[in-house]
């Protein structure tokens, strides 16, 4: 059975304190891993998509790696505006593009 | 990517009443999605709206209690049918553009 699995569900971390968020994932063929951003009453936003083992990608504070089992979401130096749930997803290749979330991690940044 | 907006933005209903909640996007796509996220819970998938077609349903949702349109390319309607409690929930809408989906603001619905 397809499944993702997302450590830790809450984290805290102190302005600057930089930190890793993991999604594990069990899937029979992986067409693409997404990461989004959601805050609180709003809809997800989306950060990225990784397709293959080794792939990386960065945005500002953020950088997202991918591994045949894993996908890490690194924080590097984060501020209190990076407060939010971060999602990951995977989509299998099952030819109807279904997308199967994690349960998220709740990231707050002290000031 | 494509700006998509829900209407309402929430709403307070009773038991037994429905809710037809309307998702508007600004250019045309194929696919589009429809989610349901209890509170502390992720997303799951309630049901895919293609232009043209019935809508396909997840395992354990049900066209009479959630009954889809999705009359052009731009717009799909989600209805909440017989609301109890249980059904008190944030609805998005989701857009296929390549192999990213991406959401709408959601609709915060609460069923007393």
């Known amino acids: 059975e397809d499944q993702v699995t997302q450590s830790p569900e809450a984290l805290r971390l102190q302005e600057g304190e930089s930190s890793s968020l993991n999604c594990s994932y069990t899937v029979s063929g992986l067409r693409g891993l997404f990461w989004y951003r959601q805050d609180p009453g709003k809809g997800p936003e989306f950060l990225f998509t990784l397709y293959s083992a080794g792939e990386e990608k960065e945005k500002e504070r953020l950088k997202a790696t991918l591994t045949k089992k894993e996908s890490f979401l690194h924080i590097t130096a984060p501020k209190p505006e990076d407060s939010a749930t971060y999602l990951c997803a995977v989509q299998p290749f099952s030819g109807t593009y279904k997308y199967i979330f994690g349960t998220g991690t709740r990231l707050k940044v002290l000031a | 990517s494509a700006v998509i907006s829900q209407k309402p933005s929430r709403d307070i209903c009773q038991r037994g009443t429905s809710l037809t909640i309307q998702c508007q996007v600004d250019?045309?796509?194929?696919?589009m999605f429809w989610y349901r996220q209890q509170p502390g819970q992720s997303l799951t998938l309630i049901a895919t709206a293609n232009q043209g077609s019935e809508a396909t349903y997840e395992s354990g949702f049900v066209i009479d209690k959630f009954p889809i349109s999705r009359p052009n390319l731009t717009f799909s309607t989600l209805t909440v049918s017989n609301m109890s409690p249980e059904d008190s929930s944030i609805y998005l809408c989701s857009v296929r553009e390549g192999d990213t989906q991406y959401f709408g603001p959601g609709t915060r619905l609460t069923v007393l």
């Open positions: 250019s045309q796509v194929t696919m």
